[in-house]
């Protein structure tokens, strides 16, 4: 009675305490040790689950009573401060238990799971360590390898006898043998229950003893190495007490305890629930039910997927037995591509086709397969687009279409127990069929973020139907389209524009093959607003550089050859320092050749892979080919543009199998098309290199600046007629013709009067012949290209750094002998080379030399037309070399300072101001920097100063070392 119990905050007996314990040892009712156990025992409450549990919201009553049946089984009597936090426990583990059956689910079905389903409810020890890894519980003191102990501990089934004996061993032996005779008793006089299954079944061996081995076998095994679902929240609890106090129970163990359930509630919504994964099976089925494209998918292919499933299962069944559902042994075989069935035309039925492998080689997987993997590369309508550098990647495994198999059956159908092949477990009807597709679909594709589940679907049903292979089915889902603009319907006359014009203008873009420019068509209808208001200028810009009569008729004459473009690209300085004309060869060579669509086409097509293209129409019902024919309209705006190249189709395939034909020539459409090319060109040439980080200018933007400051500022222009009504009404430029009139006069009579070659040609003519023109201006290397540096009369002008090139050549001098000629003389059929349209008068030839002149020194944009055509008759008669014009024609002069305009300072006398000024013209000062610019400032400032540094040098000019009066 004087000892005091601080567990209990009071003495170990009260007198009355002491009284009844004497009076039980008197009677020996029990004994001394017995009465200080009760005594001083310490007594904690347990939480009375079957009273007090209620179903959650949101539970159902399948999901309750499983909840209350794992609570009832499960053991957590060893764990530290058992039962204090028994109702947090049970409280925070049935909040969590729909999310933590979810994941103890999937983590379940291993490939021993898939072969019965009582397997598939219990967790093996390499599950456990996907689900440790996945659910990321590990830490840095608490790693998979001491988990194994938990894992052991709650697996074992013992635990709580084991617990009980620990507890036994630390109490007084008279007291446990007092216990044990107590609970004895009780049991001896408890009723005999008659329920089925209230004892375990018995077997005797052949000696009548109980045969324990046989009673461990079977289906009553319990295994020794996996958890159950009520082992595996016991696992969680303590795991989760573990991780929270990984010391305790050590000696140097100084930190606070950290109690439950307040670590569980922390690892499962902090790491547990948000790693690992769970069995979405249900929650699928919700979600495909409730998925409007999915149902969509399996309404536009429920009567090919009824047909189909019925005519498998009557294909597959047993013989004598049919209940039209699909087993897993056919879901397999049609998974792994070993069974086809294809319907073939004029039969009502599909045939079976099974694929069996030789001896002693692996089955591999049929062609048909869903399962296996495959990668294909992104494709698109727009050129040179960076995303088809993307790789998609499906994947289905064997492992994965079982999974599909099981989890599309229903929980009602779900047994512990073994199942047969026929069992409602162990086949889909056709609903749960439909599942078992869609689960496939979401693990098959599911990678791929651009397609929806309803897109897998389909992709499937493709699959399984043989409509499409899986590189067909990925390449349809994540194709770029990119809508092309239709310049037919959208395109509108511009201000002022006739309907026949912007017929031509359409017959023109329709054209024109720039797909295989970069980011085509994502540009194309930036570009068509660019060129169409500007198609007018372009022409006449186009006509200024085809102008050559060398072609074998007037048709090819409206096109542009290499050196009529060699002349373009001088004239309005495309060259770049980085992309010059060898390039821009490339362009016209490529704008040139008329089977852009087709190569463009067949480099997309080698890309693609052989299993997508299987599945393509055949070549004979591609576009363009329906019918046999398909020909191209040739309009006569067409041939005015260049129609050469608006050849029909003879016959759908015969176009495809000819050799692109290359005229070296260039149509208007074919222009324009080169014009988009050198615009991107120009703008970015560096790109596509290794290494190139400049940022790419759009087609758009490129061609805008290469149109609006390149080339319409200074490309020559069809303008025969303006030339006669602006320059040759020149007053300047007359009397520089008037000048040289006598002398020109002079060589065109004693030419035109020369027959020694005329006779020998077949030619007889009192006027300038084209050929005639031609071999003079050879002969006196009129045509050419020279170069020369600019000059400057500044020192170290800057500008002086550049070259100045002029350029002539035949087809310039071509044109401008045919645009000399009246316009009534001109025809679009062939002449004799003695009618009015191929020879020139005298009046005429002086226009041809206007024209001839002011093409040649176009790049002198010091000179005018007269000062042009002035340099050119220097180099005509031999007065001075293309060089020497051109350096006085660009040479920069400055105005020197005149020594007339000094004048006196206020108090300077006219002697002292001569002396000045033979003092100044005396200074060299030509060498300096910027001479003669500053010269009349420096004479300014010298002259105001001139007093003081005259001075200023004699006082440094009388030195006594000097040897005489002269020489200071």
Not at 548 to 554: F, L
Not at 721 to 730: N, S
Request: aromatic share 8%; glycine share 6%; net charge negative.
């Amino acid at each position: 009675m004087t000892t005091f119990l601080p567990s209990h905050s009071r003495k170990a007996m009260t007198m009355a305490d002491a009284t009844k314990s004497w009076l039980q040892n008197l009677l020996f009712e029990k004994t001394p040790e017995m009465c200080m156990w009760e005594a001083t025992v310490i007594k904690a409450d347990r939480y009375d689950w079957q009273k007090q549990t209620k179903m959650l919201p949101g539970f159902s009553p399948a999901q309750h009573k499983l909840w209350c049946q794992c609570w009832e089984n499960a053991v957590l009597v060893d764990i530290h401060h058992f039962p204090l936090w028994e109702k947090g426990v049970h409280d925070t583990l049935q909040q969590h238990f729909p999310v933590l059956m979810r994941i103890f689910s999937h983590y379940t079905k291993g490939i021993s799971g898939i072969d019965s389903a009582a397997d598939a409810l219990e967790m093996e020890l390499e599950e456990f360590h996907d689900f440790v890894k996945d659910a990321k519980i590990e830490t840095r003191m608490i790693n998979f390898t001491m988990m194994t102990n938990v894992f052991a501990k709650a697996n074992a089934s013992n635990t709580a006898e084991a617990f009980e004996q620990r507890m036994r061993e630390r109490r007084n032996t008279t007291v446990v043998s007092e216990q044990e005779g107590a609970k004895f008793a009780e049991e001896r006089n408890k009723p005999i229950s008659p329920k089925k299954g209230a004892f375990p079944d018995v077997f005797l061996d052949k000696e009548g003893e109980m045969d324990t081995k046989k009673m461990n076998q079977g289906p009553r095994a319990k295994p020794d190495n996996r958890l159950t679902l009520t082992e595996f929240l016991s696992c969680m609890v303590r795991i989760s007490f573990l991780r929270a106090n990984p010391k305790h129970g050590q000696y140097d163990n100084k930190a606070k305890l950290v109690e439950l359930p307040g670590c569980l509630k922390k690892m499962l919504e902090e790491v547990l629930i948000p790693n690992a994964k769970q069995d979405m099976s249900s929650l699928f089925r919700e979600e495909i039910a409730q998925d409007a494209e999915v149902q969509a998918v399996f309404e536009e292919y429920r009567e090919k997927m009824t047909y189909y499933y019925t005519e498998v299962n009557l294909l597959m069944a047993v013989k004598g037995k049919v209940d039209n559902k699909l087993s897993m042994e056919t879901w397999m075989d049609i998974a792994r591509g070993y069974l086809h069935f294809q319907k073939k035309k004029g039969s009502k039925h599909m045939e079976k086709a099974k694929t069996t492998s030789k001896p002693g080689e692996s089955a591999g997987l049929g062609e048909g397969a869903i399962v296996g993997d495959c990668t294909v590369l992104r494709e698109s309508d727009i050129t040179g687009d960076e995303r088809c550098k993307e790789k998609f990647t499906c994947r289905l495994s064997t492992l994965e279409a079982k999974y599909a198999f099981l989890n599309s059956q229903s929980l009602e159908q779900m047994a512990a127990g073994d199942a047969s092949d026929s069992d409602n477990m162990a086949t889909l009807d056709y609903d749960e069929f439909l599942e078992c597709v869609a689960r496939c679909a979401r693990d098959k594709y599911g990678e791929i973020k651009l397609m929806s589940l309803a897109d897998g679907v389909r992709g499937v049903i493709q699959n399984i139907l043989g409509e499409k292979s899986d590189e067909a089915v990925i390449r349809d889902a994540t194709y770029i389209h990119a809508e092309r603009y239709d310049a037919e319907k959208e395109t509108k006359p511009l201000k002022g524009e006739s309907q026949k014009d912007l017929e031509k203008w359409l017959a023109c873009w329709e054209r024109m093959e720039i797909m295989d420019v970069h980011l085509w068509p994502t540009w194309e209808k930036e570009v068509h607003d660019i060129l169409h208001p500007l198609f007018k200028e372009l022409q006449l810009i186009f006509l200024a550089y085809t102008r050559s009569i060398s072609e074998d008729s007037a048709e090819d004459a409206m096109e542009m050859s290499m050196d009529e473009f060699h002349d373009f690209v001088v004239d309005v300085g495309l060259e770049t320092k980085q992309y010059k004309f060898e390039q821009m060869q490339n362009q016209f060579i490529k704008a040139n050749a008329n089977n852009i669509a087709q190569v463009h086409a067949q480099r997309r097509d080698l890309k693609r892979d052989t299993g997508s293209k299987a599945h393509d129409k055949p070549e004979w019902a591609r576009e363009g080919r329906l019918g046999g024919t398909a020909k191209i309209k040739a309009s006569n705006e067409g041939s005015q543009m260049g129609g050469a190249h608006n050849t029909a189709y003879k016959g759908g395939y015969a176009m495809e199998m000819q050799d692109a034909k290359k005229d070296q020539e260039l149509g208007l459409n074919e222009f324009l098309n080169m014009m988009i090319r050198i615009a991107f060109w120009r703008a970015n040439p560096t790109f596509g290199l290794h290494g190139s980080k400049a940022e790419v200018v759009p087609v758009a933007q490129a061609l805008s600046t290469l149109l609006n400051e390149v080339i319409l500022p200074r490309a020559k222009r069809e303008n025969s007629a303006a030339f006669k009504q602006k320059e040759m009404q020149d007053p300047k430029l007359i009397a520089v013709l008037d000048t040289y009139k006598p002398k020109l006069k002079e060589w065109y009579d004693k030419k035109v009067s020369d027959d020694s070659e005329g006779p020998r040609m077949g030619i007889i003519s009192d006027k300038l012949g084209f050929d005639e023109w031609l071999r003079v201006l050879d002969r006196q290397d009129i045509v050419g290209e020279w170069e020369v540096e600019q000059m400057s009369e500044i020192t170290g002008d800057e500008s002086t750094k550049g070259n100045i090139k002029c350029r002539l050549s035949i087809p310039t001098c071509k044109n401008a002998f045919m645009d000399s000629q009246s316009v009534d003389q001109l025809t679009v059929g062939q002449a004799d080379a003695v009618s009015d349209q191929a020879v020139l008068d005298f009046d005429e030839w002086m226009e041809c030399i206007a024209r001839i002149a002011t093409a040649k020194y176009s790049a002198l944009k010091q000179l005018d037309a007269a000062g042009k055509v002035r340099c050119f008759l220097q180099n005509f008669f031999g007065e001075a070399t293309e060089e020497e014009v051109m350096r006085v024609a660009t040479y920069i002069r400055a105005v020197r300072y005149d020594l007339a305009e000094s004048q006196p300072l206020k108090d300077e006398s006219p002697e002292e101001h001569a002396a000045f000024l033979a003092e100044f013209k005396q200074l060299t000062l030509d060498g300096l920097y910027g001479f003669p610019l500053w010269e009349a400032e420096v004479h300014d400032l010298l002259h105001a100063n001139f007093r003081e540094l005259a001075s200023i040098f004699r006082g440094y000019c009388k030195s006594l070392g000097e040897g005489s009066s002269d020489e200071s």
